[in-house]
């Protein structure tokens, strides 16, 4: 799948669903719960379970990342699995301190 800024997921194993803000620098498959994430209108395969070891969830309005491969998603609708690009965990982005007001 052509991941590019602005390519909407959801997930095949739960209710999350995603945006990818920037794209990853090398090829891979984006997952949730365990499984590639599927385009919007994309059938979702039979016999497909949340991974025992993917259920860390995901928040609606967070953005998470893999400094490995560049990668960088915003959250859209909050679900029960966890979001990897292969099989390297995808982590929750830091808000960044604002400047001080003077």
């Known amino acids: 799948m052509d991941l590019r800024p602005g390519t909407r997921l959801v997930s095949a194993v739960c209710e999350t669903g995603i945006i990818v803000v920037r794209p990853p620098t090398r090829d891979g498959e984006i997952r949730c719960g365990g499984v590639r994430m599927l385009a919007p209108n994309e059938a979702v395969p039979t016999g ?7 259920r860390n969830g995901t928040l609606i309005g ?15 609708k909050t679900g029960g699995g966890s979001l990897s690009f292969d099989e390297i965990p995808l982590v929750e982005q830091s ?8």
């Not at 497909?48 to 993917?54: K, N, Q, Y």
């Not at 808000?95 to 003077?102: E, F, G, I, R, V």
Request: glycine share 4%; with cysteine; proline share 10%.
């Open 48 to 54: 497909v379970a949340l991974a025992d070891d993917a």
């Open 62 to 76: 967070k953005r998470y990342v893999c400094n490995d491969a560049g990668l960088e998603v915003l959250c859209t």
């Open 95 to 102: 808000a960044k301190p604002l400047p001080p007001s003077d």
